[in-house]
């Protein structure tokens, strides 16, 4: 009895180990890359997790790595396939590593590639921002062929809307006031059919006039690679009369086109008006540009700065001020009474953001609201702009 027991453990212990042995094998032969992997050596290992892996029989053609689509709307998108083919005698793996720029992705189909298959790369683009001008973006595609471990594609020509302007906005700083001052501003067609341009619209018309007539490319813009493509161009002539007060000014034009893809085009005008007898300074004021910067503060807690007022000349000491508007109402000037240090008369202008302002941001141009103050002397206008910040706590 003994011995029949003896005789049937040692035939289980035997039938066991090879049961395990075969089952070992079996699991090893479907997943023998577990063994293989921990045999490579660290750096190995690293460069197969991360799809890197050379093989020097994979071997990657391309005929085409750089695509020029020429000219697009800014508002459009575009896309072009490029062909990696797999000359090698084993698989080709390829991947996306990074794109030069978040408005361009890459699809690969497929990643793995036999012997004499060719992969697509698919790769699509639009304007970033509606960024105008020259575009050129790129993304690299990394594979196992040791002698193109990375293949650079990439997409280049010109993003631009239907009507372009050079400059971009009209600059006029600086002007002495009582005194007019002319600017050009420059309009390019980018469609088939010649621009045409309507009567401007804007808001001070006592104190701007516009006209306008064709014209052709320059010397300089037929080397420019966004102007040189434009089909037709016009210029414009604006003129500043006297009248404006003193400080910085603003003004929005507006023009309609008969291109259907941009009916309007819109541009500023700015620059400052400056009299030879006053002069502004203080904390936060530029002088170039005529605007006060009042800083920033949140809701709950008040901002305050002032301002000093000069005036000289043979005038100056009979010259008188007053606060005659404030934008928006609740922001409080006050002036101090005058100081006449020789021959000049001093004011003090304080300004403060109370504690209840609003929460917003008040800013010179564009988004934003708007604030300065107006004071009225003797014989002249002064404008302040005010540019500051009331945030939340």
Not at 57 to 65: C, M, S
Not at 113 to 129: E, S
Not at 373 to 393: H, K, M, S, W, Y
Request: hydrophobic share 40%; charged share 20%.
């Amino acid at each position: 009895m003994v011995r029949t027991l003896l005789t049937v453990v040692l035939a289980s212990s035997i039938f066991g180990a090879l049961l395990g042995l075969g089952v070992a094998h079996s699991l090893l032969s479907v997943n023998g890359w577990q063994i293989e992997s921990e045999t490579k050596p660290y750096d190995t290992l690293i460069e197969t997790a991360r799809g890197q892996a050379t093989d020097p029989n994979a071997k990657a053609r391309i005929e085409e790595i750089v695509y020029n689509f020429g000219i697009m709307d800014v508002k459009a998108s575009g896309s072009h396939d490029f062909f990696i083919q797999n000359v090698g005698t084993a698989d080709l793996i390829l991947r996306v590593n990074q794109t030069t720029c978040s408005c361009l992705g890459i699809d690969i189909t497929p990643s793995r590639v036999p012997p004499g298959r060719t992969a697509k790369c698919h790769l699509r683009y639009k304007a970033d921002q509606a960024l105008t001008g020259k575009f050129s973006q790129g993304g690299i595609v990394m594979t196992n062929d040791p002698d193109n471990r990375e293949i650079f594609l990439s997409v280049e020509g010109i993003f631009t809307n239907p009507v372009v302007t050079r400059p971009t906005n009209v600059n006029l700083p600086r002007v002495v006031a009582g005194t007019p001052r002319t600017a050009t501003i420059r309009f390019y067609g980018f469609e088939a059919e010649p621009l045409q341009l309507s009567a401007p619209t804007w808001e001070n018309r006592e104190h701007f006039d516009f006209q306008w007539e064709p014209a052709e490319l320059t010397e300089s813009e037929n080397a420019d690679s966004h102007l040189s493509l434009a089909k037709s161009v016009i210029e414009g002539t604006i003129t500043l009369r006297p009248g404006l007060p003193i400080g910085s000014f603003q003004e929005w034009f507006q023009v309609s086109t008969n291109y259907p893809s941009q009916a309007n085009v819109h541009f500023l005008a700015s620059g400052q008006i400056v009299g030879g007898n006053v002069v502004i300074s203080g904390q936060g004021y530029n002088s170039q540009t005529g605007v006060a910067d009042l800083g920033r503060t949140v809701m709950g807690r008040s901002l305050l700065r002032e301002i000093s007022i000069q005036f000289r000349g043979a005038t100056a000491q009979t010259t008188s001020v007053q606060v005659s508007a404030v934008e928006p109402a609740w922001i409080r000037a006050e002036l101090s009474p005058p100081r006449d240090v020789g021959p000049l008369r001093i004011f003090t202008l304080t300004i403060e953001v109370p504690e209840n302002a609003p929460s917003s941001s008040y800013v010179v141009s564009g988004d934003g609201q708007r604030a300065h103050i107006l004071l009225e002397t003797n014989d002249e206008t002064l404008r302040i702009p005010l540019q500051f910040a009331v945030g939340r706590q």
